[in-house]
């Protein structure tokens, strides 16, 4: 067999860094990751399972301090970056320089457009090499971008909310099927941990449970991903995210109006062939409908639809785990394509 | 003071009928109610708090059969039906022969038009009546339609989704600003004693906790309502229901492109304007939007809304309590309206 | 009708706080309460229903910086503090010497003995004042001081978990059938909002759902009241708290050995006898068992038990809400009896 | 490689079945199990992912009837019964007659003395062979039994609760520290999914959701279970289950009197110890304690503790995923003991 992959992880303390870590940990292809504490954490805990007591008694899982230095000489190729999106700016370009390749899960490096990116509020060092790594930077939705992810030095891991509208909506607008002056409308609800794991009055459980609240109306960062992925204006899209009282999974309800009259068996056919060759992506057979519970703790995209008596107006329903497809699994999907590996590998 | 009012409570062992049980004991104008099982209950518990092991301790809450010589002897004027909604299309003609009032907490008498009364597929035993009665019901929105209610021998009291739908969109319809041709789209979420108290594989609790599911797509009992209150073609408005693993609450996101341009504060005056008087409509001040629990055990409905850049998209978001404004509080709502008591006795 | 009672509450901003401004304000002896944010909350909101957007349309509820000179001008007779344990120690001798009568729902006043009191670390600038009010103090446990109650200047409320506790224990212990020598177990489980409002890792709703945690063995804080209060001694009582994966409710089962052989007939009249007069406990019907949700929303306490078949072990079934009966529901219950008012006067 | 084991499960669709179909699926040594209905459910789905959409997408899962010349057909040599008590009892001799080795997760093969089984209430066709089967039958706990299970032709796999609370308590009592006059108490809660698939209104979400109860108080079946492997007396335990608003997982609070003074360390040393080859019991460094949610979806049992200042006062925590280690995890580990492959085989 060929020598294993050395990968490093920069924020396994996160919640998608933890998952992220779990995956690595049973991938036939890489050695045990290494494990780096986000800058901000230095001086805290020196292993993982001190900050997730669930690891504890598989041996260690030592967290170490970010080095250069370190990296190289322990092999490490391949780093991610499961950090805050200023974080990731600003540890990017001396990942570049050292040679190594990365995959990032913020929304660092996803945007190109200079209007998307403006809510962000970036600082860059260096604005010239930031400008390039943005223009190199890879969009990581694996169902869209599969030829490019596999050559890319530096993946941008799509937002969470992102992947679940992008994935729902990409084959009726490529189909050209969709009446976009109707407007189109993403309906989102998002688990908890969607919201990260820095304790807030908004994550009090108090705060959460029994209720349902939607936030970042016509304002929220993924929308930008959502437009440029799919061609869109920001006018064609309204877009709503809702905090759920579950720890996690996402379902997003979205409204298209079609150009044409269909038949049910068309707009399936339009979903089936688009995902024709893609393992982590399910359609459902109507009327059957995804629910957030069929892909929690899988790398699946679960997509359904309705259509009504009309011919004309159709509900997408999406499904994901926001930790693994919308995060740490479609991080380890990409990685499997970027090194010619099953794109399951480490996600069955 | 004037003789106390003697009501009856026909299903008072549902969720419904327990919080309007609830209500109507502390009802300042009211004796005690007379309690009855559901016909399809006799030979069941005889006293409310078997059924409800709460109640226990505050003395007895004893459940009798329907009786129509007993309801006489006592004095019932008023019954309350928190039955199926085939049981209040059999009981209410009788209960008219009888002379009482009523108050239907199902969906029996609510829809005028027979296209949308199919998906209920009722069953009369003598169907002029029943048309007569159909023609007679008031639908039991107070907001909208206060003075009928005040005068009606039999009140349909709404659904809850209905009213959480409708009193978001009335403000704006009937200001004449409303784009319909773009269409309006509900995308509503509830809590699972909506679904009634019968054990089922969907209200099963594994099937329900740590997840979200969409269902009824195109086909919900409740958009005749929406549609008749509000004017609306079938056509203009998707609403898209959906189970939230809450015990009770109503969120509806309601999508609407307005066929001029605004600024929040005109479409905040709309809504102001046209609650102006009202009691049970509290309009949220933007930025601020209302949540799930914020009406939890009121008879609130809350608004509140947020307007695109563009001045024309808006989405609104509308709560309330599904057993109380969006059944048992809006039932007691609508009694002081037909007895000329304040609007908000024994809901405070 | 006599003239109102002027009350002020000082940290109405938190969970308990707000419950009991809740109560206060529907009480029909009270005047509107002035609202006092705590001192560490100066320069914060000032309304509470910015802290609490539930509040929101009733009108206002103001909330003012602490000031002894604007109490006296208002004529403020009654001072609840629900402050952190520190504050309210730092605050009541002040109050005393204002003339107020104080009733604190902190632990501040809690304990007679010093060993007990250690846990809390307080830090008093005048250790004879606080050594005087420490004896002065009257634990406001209405079912077992009622008559210490009517008469004292300050009240310290108790506990959540040390009501569900004595409650429970209180009736057998003080009829002498408890084999002591056996050890008692009061394996408890609360609702998170007992944690209080702050955000911390431990009440992320990511760490509390789907999951059950058992937390400060034998090292509770309200071990030292529960011991105090029903005579036993440290070794007599092991108390084990959990973390409930809901906002609110206690439910403690309680394990006791009897010195002699009862029939369960004899253990419920124990109990029925002991709270034969008391409005705010519920005894339940063996076999029927209280549950955690029989008296949310409520100030009930709930009793029930069950007798082996050898007749002397017990094990009793003790359910309260932490916020109401635990904390804001009891506080108003010890001003009805300092004021000599009916003992469920705001709490129907 | 060696030829791989057929297998089949009756009763895949349940919840544990639908667990232990998963794991048999990835399960290295074995083919695709055979998947057989519960006789009370022929006439419904003819393919598993139909009662479990989670399951879509992956190709088939047919569900059969059962017959025994098509397992004999087939190959089968070792059949999981996911099934009532009562059908369990009824299939095993059958079985048993055709050669089969049977691991049965119910509870109609785990009691040897009658006393505890009468609880059960079976009915058996033939008594003798009934008496013959209880005999011969090993229970599967791994960490007890290991060179039992190894050789057995019927497993009883154990309860949930039991595994639970024989676990944690058997390390202390068979190093005899344990005053087993003083009493041991268990008091346990467990997740939803514990009470089966069955909706009941005990099962409805509302009945369970921000609620807590106690249940079956000194009569739950799995006591005959603890007493029997741990060779206690019924008098000696009490075990109380609870129902938490959780889908799985179970703590067990375990208190224990030990008959000498002992530090921490020795306890710690006494769990280590006993377990120290076991690849599934995690001892839990004091202070951490076990948490519901560190074992859910894996077949660990975490086991903490702590000691009073006494030295002999113990609070034992236990927790388990009961779909798992609480079933069909365990049962799992019982097959791999059986064919002798690692105990992890499929469960990592």
Redesign the interface.
């Known amino acids: 067999m060929a020598t294993k992959l050395k990968t490093a992880v920069l924020g396994a303390t996160g919640?998608s860094g933890l998952e992220l870590t779990r995956i690595l940990l049973?991938h036939s292809r890489l050695e045990k990751p290494l494990l780096l504490r986000r800058p901000a954490d230095n001086g805290g805990a020196s292993d993982l399972a001190d900050v997730f007591?669930?690891l504890?008694?598989n041996g260690g899982y030592p967290l170490h301090t970010l080095s250069w230095p370190a990296m190289k000489e322990q092999g490490v190729q391949l780093l991610f970056l499961a950090t805050p999106h200023q974080t990731s700016r600003s540890v990017v370009p001396q990942a570049m320089a050292e040679g190594l390749r990365v995959i990032d899960l913020s929304g660092a490096w996803r945007l190109k457009k200079e209007q998307h990116r403006a809510i962000y509020n970036f600082h860059d060092a260096d604005s010239a090499t930031a400008a390039e790594f943005t223009e190199k930077a890879v969009y990581g939705l694996p169902e869209l971008n599969a030829d490019r992810v596999a050559n890319a030095a530096l993946v941008a891991n799509p937002g969470c909310y992102a992947t679940s509208v992008i994935l729902a909506l990409a084959p009726l607008l490529k189909a050209g099927i969709v009446d976009r002056r109707?407007?189109i409308?993403s309906?989102s609800?998002s688990g908890?941990?969607g919201a990260g794991?820095e304790?807030?009055?908004k994550?009090?459980?108090?705060?959460?449970?029994?209720?349902?609240?939607?936030?970042s109306?016509?304002t929220h960062r993924h929308v930008g991903e959502m437009v440029e992925q799919l061609g869109l204006t920001a006018?064609e899209l309204?877009f709503?995210p809702?905090l759920?009282?579950?720890?996690?999974?996402i379902?997003s309800?979205i409204?298209v109006?079609l150009n044409r009259k269909m038949a049910p068996a068309g707009v399936e056919s339009c979903l089936r062939t688009f995902y024709s060759s893609k393992r982590w992506v399910?359609?459902?057979?109507t009327p059957?409908?995804?629910?957030?519970?069929?892909?929690?703790?899988?790398n699946?995209c679960?997509l359904g639809f309705?259509l009504?008596?009309?011919g004309q107006?159709v509900?997408l329903?999406s499904c994901l785990d926001n930790l693994l497809k919308g995060a740490a699994g479609q991080a380890v999907q990409n990685m499997n394509l970027m090194y010619g590996w099953p794109e399951d590998e480490g996600l069955?």
Chains 1, 2, 3, 4 share one sequence.
Do not use: E, M
């Open positions: 919640y049973r007591p669930a504890s008694g109707r407007g409308v309906d609800k908890v941990s794991k304790p807030t009055a994550t009090h459980f108090v705060s959460v449970a029994d209720n349902l609240s939607a936030y109306l016509f006018q309204i709503t809702h759920l009282p579950i720890p996690r999974g379902l309800t409204y109006h399910r359609i459902f057979q059957t409908l995804p629910q957030v519970n069929f892909s929690l703790h899988t699946y679960d309705c009504a008596d009309d107006r509900v329903i069955q």
